[in-house]
Every structure is written in structure tokens, then in C-alpha cells.
């Protein structure tokens, strides 16, 4: 006689499976995700602001989630050093990048690197950003965004844009506004965006696209002057500056961005609570404060929405690379 279980027996054995499954290893492992140190890698030496930005975000996650989340400082090669220990890394949730928007700029700028800045990375949160600001010095005697535009389209090529170096995040912006705004700006690369500071107060250089961070305290005090922020919104820190869309500079913007990415194929749960406690962060008081000091921004744009985010500005740099025939290898 063939033996058929009962509806009862089988739902019983559903049940017995089911716990077996939610008990395996694997599951086990994610669900009392962490229950080890976790290391936290920075493409930038200690002392930045994505440094600064990691270490809050750090001693943030420890205390909430009851683990060391340690800093690993891997400075070079415009953070691909960094982005390769990450993407080389398990995907368990262990080893994370701490990043910000150069990595999208990688694929742009180098042909020859071991890793997709895409699909290499599960892209987690983003925890602060931080506007980009039109600053002019002493030597450029203009007061508004439209008396600047209109003194690059009488000379062509005479108004000098200054940034942190060729392939930059500034050079990048610097670009997207001539474009979009049918200028040509004489860029001048630096090595770093302290000097590029200096030679604006000084009057050597007349302007740039600089973070709002590198340059809060100079245009404060008066040492260089804002003339529009390249974000959907004013700054808080800056409530007097107007958008480039309010100063009549048409849709730029250039936001740039700090966040969380682990390996791709980090387990659901993993990236869940790394998300909660990202998202945590960004709305506490204390971070806040923490970043207000930095000029940036608490904001956080995370999972499928981040992922996006990540593949337009990839899209949008290697493009510009092309047409400005942009190589950093």
C-alpha cells in the first residue's frame, strides 16, 4: 500500500525544515552579523575629510552594533589601491570601503584596474555631501555668478579655473559647467587644494570649483568670495549663497559624496544592518555637528538608489573623460 503523510505530518516536517534552514551556518553567521572587528578601508591618508568623516562613522557603528569597526588608511593611486583590498575582499560584511564620488571617476580616468567600480561593489549608504562652491579671489572683481559668465564669454580662455590636479573631482566640475554653460575656462592643475587657496587669495588665480569644506573658513572670513553652490538647495552653512539655478547657471549641479560600499555579494542581512546603522548616523545629532564642522552635509542616500547613483556618474565621467580625452595612467 502506497503510504500518503498526512497534511498535518507534512506541514510539521515544513516547520522542522525551515528551522534547519534559519539555523544553517550561513544564516547563522548573518544573523548575528557583526560578531568580529570590522575594517573600515580609506583611500586617503588620515587626517581628510573622508578620514574624518570614516572615523565618526566608525566609533558610531562600534558602539551601536557592539564591534570595532576599524579604520585601515590605504592612500594612492586616486583610491584605487583601497577600492582593490575591498573588492578583493570576502563579501561577508568584514572588510568595507569607506568612499567618496572619485570612485566613479576611476573608470574614467584608468583603463587598467583589477576591479568594475560598479558592479565590483555593493554600494551601502552614502552618509554626508558636501556641495561644490563657486569661489573667486581678490584679482576677480566680480560680485554674482552672472558677472562671472559674462566676463568668460568676453575673453575666452582669460579667467583661470583652479583645482586639486588633472582628473580631480574640481577638474570634473570645472568641466561641467563651461560645458553646460558654453564657456571656456583656462583650467590651472595643482598638486593638492591648499595651494590652489592660497593662490586665490593671494590673487594669482581668479577661480574655483572647490568643496564647500576647503574653502568655509576663507570665504567666512572674507578671503575669497561664494558666488553660487552647485546643489539642489543652499547650503545651511552658507544660507547667503544662492544655487547655480537661483544665480541663473541653468541645472549644475555637482554634489560630492561619503558613504559606505562592501564587496558585491555581501548577504542581504549584512548590507541591511550596515544600511540601519548608516542611516542611524546621518540623523543623529552628534554626526550633524560632527560634519557641519567639515562644511558637509548629513544626507544619505542608500541600497537600490545609491547602486544608481554610483552607475550615472560613471556613465557622466567617463563620457567627459572621452570627449576632453582624459587619461591619468
Given amino acids: 500500500m502506497k503510504y500518503t503523510p498526512s497534511p498535518s505530518l507534512v506541514s510539521s516536517l515544513c516547520l522542522v525544515a525551515g528551522s534547519l534552514l534559519w539555523a544553517s551556518p550561513g544564516h547563522a553567521q548573518t544573523a548575528s552579523y557583526p560578531d568580529k572587528p570590522v575594517k573600515l578601508v580609506v583611500g586617503f591618508a588620515a587626517g581628510g575629510p573622508t578620514d574624518v568623516v570614516a572615523r565618526a562613522f566608525a566609533d558610531y557603528a562600534s558602539r551601536t552594533l557592539g564591534q570595532p569597526f576599524i579604520i585601515d588608511n590605504k592612500p594612492g593611486a586616486n583610491t584605487i589601491i583601497a577600492a582593490q583590498a575591498v573588492a578583493s575582499a570576502p563579501a561577508d560584511g568584514y572588510t568595507l570601503l569607506f568612499g567618496a564620488t572619485n570612485h566613479t571617476m576611476i573608470p574614467a580616468l584608468?583603463?587598467?584596474?583589477?576591479?568594475?567600480?560598479?558592479?565590483?561593489?555593493?554600494?551601502i549608504c552614502t552618509v554626508a555631501t558636501s556641495p561644490t562652491v563657486l569661489v573667486v579671489g581678490p584679482g576677480m572683481p566680480v560680485k554674482t555668478l552672472s558677472e562671472f559668465m559674462d566676463r568668460a564669454r568676453k575673453s575666452p580662455g582669460s579667467v583661470s579655473a583652479g583645482t586639486a590636479g588633472v582628473g580631480s573631482s574640481g577638474h570634473f566640475a570645472t568641466e561641467m559647467f563651461a560645458r553646460s554653460a558654453g564657456l571656456k575656462l583656462n583650467h590651472v592643475p595643482y598638486k593638492g587644494a591648499a595651494p590652489v587657496v592660497t593662490d586665490l587669495m593671494g590673487g594669482q588665480l581668479d577661480s574655483s570649483f572647490a568643496t564647500l569644506g576647503s574653502v568655509l573658513q576663507q570665504i567666512r572670513t572674507g578671503k575669497v568670495n561664494a558666488l553660487a553652490v552647485a546643489s539642489a538647495r543652499r547650503s545651511p552653512l552658507l544660507p547667503q549663497v544662492p544655487t547655480f539655478v537661483e544665480a541663473g547657471g541653468g541645472s549644475y549641479s555637482a554634489d560630492a559624496w561619503y558613504g559606505l560600499l562592501a564587496p558585491a555579494g555581501t548577504p542581504a542581512p549584512v548590507a541591511k544592518a550596515l544600511e540601519r546603522v548608516a542611516t542611524e548616523f546621518a540623523r543623529s545629532e552628534a554626526a550633524a555637528e560632527k560634519l557641519r564642522g567639515l562644511g558637509l552635509d548629513a544626507d544619505t542616500t542608500c541600497g537600490s538608489a545609491?547602486?544608481?547613483q554610483v552607475e550615472r556618474e560613471v556613465a557622466t565621467y567617463t563620457k567627459l573623460a572621452r570627449d576632453l580625452d582624459l587619461k591619468a595612467e
Fill in 110 to 123: 584608468y583603463s587598467k584596474v583589477k576591479f568594475d567600480a560598479v558592479h565590483s561593489f555593493a554600494p
Fill in 306 to 308: 545609491f547602486s544608481a
